[in-house]
């Protein structure tokens, strides 16, 4: 009895120890980010704590298809939230979220495009050669609301979000980004993307 209490006890040590291992990378690259930094330097995203991770739900594509979010992991994601019905507003911030991935360079590929449509509402098909790169899935608003977090008196739709490649939201980029601000949030991706270019590739 007291062997197997003990063989319970090791396999529990070294299953913690695995689990430790696999996430000492972005812990790191967390810890360079926000830590290990210059002093002065300020972060223009907010850092969600605790963090969240991708909810085991399925979203539909505009195909049709479902796709469980869980399996978005494995990239860096920055996503967006909007209705199929998507006006100025929106139209801006898909269009800043595409230039954001775009003004990464050869770091681009590491990072994923994603509009999580909270309606039923057809999407123009203006908007489609935008979306090409992108993913696009129909995803309950009641299921946003439990796993994205706005800031205090904002609306989901507001902000543009960062999950890392474990599949977790770490990052919320102010409300209503401009071209002014979408230079800082570029600024913070590329820290991000330096931070975790040790141990992060592109592609699942």
Not at 54 to 75: C, I, R, S, W
């Amino acid at each position: 009895m007291a062997e197997e209490v003990r063989r319970t006890r090791l396999g529990r040590w070294k299953m913690i120890a695995v689990l430790l291992v696999c996430a000492a990378p972005v812990i790191a690259s967390y810890f360079t980010y926000y830590v290990i930094r210059p002093e002065g330097r300020r972060n223009f995203g907010e850092l969600i704590d605790p963090q969240r991770p991708l909810p085991e739900h399925a979203g539909t594509g505009l195909d049709g298809k479902t796709v469980n979010l869980g399996e978005l992991k494995g990239q860096w994601l920055l996503v967006s939230v909007g209705s199929g019905n998507c006006q100025d507003a929106c139209v801006q911030q898909l269009y800043l979220q595409r230039q954001l991935r775009e003004g990464l360079g050869k770091d681009k590929d590491r990072l994923d495009r994603v509009w999580l449509v909270n309606d039923a509402q057809t999407v123009s098909p203006e908007l489609l050669p935008g979306l090409k790169e992108a993913t696009v899935l129909r995803v309950s608003q009641a299921e946003l609301d439990r796993w994205l977090v706005p800031a205090a008196g904002h609306a989901l739709s507001e902000h543009l979000y960062v999950v890392d490649p474990l599949g977790n939201l770490m990052l919320r980029f102010p409300a209503n980004l401009d071209v002014a601000t979408a230079a800082k949030a570029k600024r913070d991706l590329e820290r991000l993307m330096r931070a975790s270019n040790s141990w992060d590739q592109a592609g699942r």
